[in-house]
């Protein structure tokens, strides 16, 4: 079952209509107040628990993204993580990082 909005996949039809409403069709009030990211559920948010300049020690693979928390990080992939993988250069030197925490990371020591 292919979601017509993103082309995600899924095994089964009610996977497809909870996708559909998580991340098409409800609205979505919960703001991280950092990062602007918005979010139908309250609990969503919670696992974003966006913290910039924190660590985010649990990373995805296939987009890079970086989480706090490791059930963050599972919530990211089990919602259909459809980015593809991202290289991040850093704009003071010739390095490249396959991650954007990495990144971060490494331009804070410049």
């Given at each position: ?26 609205p979505?009030?919960?703001?991280c107040?950092?990062?602007?990211q ?8 919670q696992?974003?628990q966006c ?6 020690p ?6 890079g ?19 593809p993988?991202?290289?991040?250069p850093?704009?003071?030197c010739?390095?490249?990082?396959s ?12």
């Open positions: 079952y292919a979601c017509q909005e993103c082309g995600r996949g899924f095994a089964y039809a009610s996977d497809l209509l909870h996708h559909q409403d998580l991340k098409h069709t409800l979505k009030p919960h703001r107040r950092l990062c602007g918005e979010f139908s559920l309250r609990s969503s948010l696992l974003h913290a910039r300049g924190s660590a985010h649990y990373a995805c693979a296939p987009c993204r970086g989480f706090s928390q490791k059930q963050a990080l599972l919530h990211h992939q089990q919602a259909g993580c459809s980015k993988p991202s290289e991040f850093c704009p003071s010739a390095e490249v990082f991650l954007h925490s990495q990144l971060k990371e490494h331009v804070e020591l410049h």
